[in-house]
């Protein structure tokens, strides 16, 4: 009704008030807001009032209204009929056009005995169905395939035919960007990097295929180690006595008087304190 609303005038109308159990489809813009259509469901039948009047009626006095009138509103009033058609029978609450996951649910007519279908499936699929007697609301539930669907009675008495298409869901054509927390939620923390431009992407690749250079941390660990050594060596070990000073032996007896060695009485050093004699030795043949 909304392409009507600038194009229809209405001169003469009843005022009217929807009763329990009905409601209005359409309402006039006059201070009451008083309802142009008003419906009523009765079992699985509709019923729709309007409280002007629809026919070409000729005359000044005698058109309640411009609805008919082919000069001012042509084919706007033809599809505003089709469709109050289509309200009335029902048709509209079957939809033909659906969603990936949605059920598809499919009135008919309900017989006593069962009856047996054939679904035509994308990717040339076919799987059987099969209504109870008495039931005349047949669900499909298991459309998660993108692409167009045929059903069709398998009985000669049951001329049966409809058919539907099933979407993409719409998130799959939602070109945004996802933030951080979406891509949490979908691969986890830690399993993604973010590059904000193509120098940071560049840079991910290259780290990812070559790895990291590891040539710094070896060098800094050696200096650490080499570093490390040489502190080591100088707290623990002591410089040399310089060349010519007697050597001093250290011991736990240090401090007490040095205890002298005994000798021959005559003063001569002890076999083992005589330096050995230089020279060239000179060895003989024992006579035989």
């Known amino acids: 009704m909304a392409i009507l609303e600038n194009d229809v005038f209405i001169d003469r ?10 409601s209005s489809l359409a309402s006039i813009t006059d201070d009451e807001q008083s309802p142009l259509m ?6 699985r039948g509709r019923s729709v009032m309007l409280t002007t009047a ?7 006095n005698s058109r309640w209204n411009n609805l008919s009138n082919e000069s001012q509103i042509g084919w706007p009033f033809i599809a505003l009929a089709e469709g109050l058609t289509l309200h009335l029978a029902r048709s509209t609450e ?3 056009n659906l969603t990936a996951g949605e059920d598809m649910i499919l ?5 006593a005995e069962p009856r ?9 699929q076919q799987s059987r169905l099969t209504l109870p007697g008495g039931e005349g609301t047949l669900i499909i539930g298991d459309v998660h395939a993108p692409g167009q669907y045929e059903l069709a009675g398998l009985e000669t008495a049951n001329p049966v035919r409809a058919g539907f298409s099933v979407n993409p869901a719409s998130a799959e054509s939602d070109l945004d960007r996802l933030g951080e927390p979406q891509l949490v939620e979908l691969l986890g923390e830690g399993n993604f990097q973010v590059a904000r431009s193509i120098e940071e992407l560049d840079a991910n690749i290259r780290m990812a295929d070559l790895g ?4 710094p941390i070896v060098l800094l660990l050696a200096i650490v180690a080499f570093l490390g050594e040489h502190l080591v060596a100088n707290r623990f070990y002591e410089v040399d006595a310089e060349a010519g000073s007697p050597a001093v032996i250290r011991s736990g007896l240090e401090g007490r008087p040095a205890v002298p060695v005994a000798g021959p ?15 060239r030795r000179e060895t003989a043949r024992a006579p035989s």
């Open 212 to 215: 990291r250079e590891v040539f």
């Open 265 to 279: 009485p005559d003063g001569t050093p002890p076999p083992s304190a005589t330096p050995a004699a230089s020279g």
């Open 13 to 22: 109308y009843f005022v009217a008030e929807a009763a329990p159990g009905a």
């Open 107 to 111: 009135e008919l007519e309900p017989t």
């Open 54 to 60: 629809v026919d070409p009626a000729d005359g000044p």
């Open 116 to 124: 047996n279908f054939r679904l035509k499936r994308p990717e040339f």
């Open 94 to 96: 079957s939809v033909y």
């Open 38 to 43: 008003i419906e009523r469901a009765y079992g």
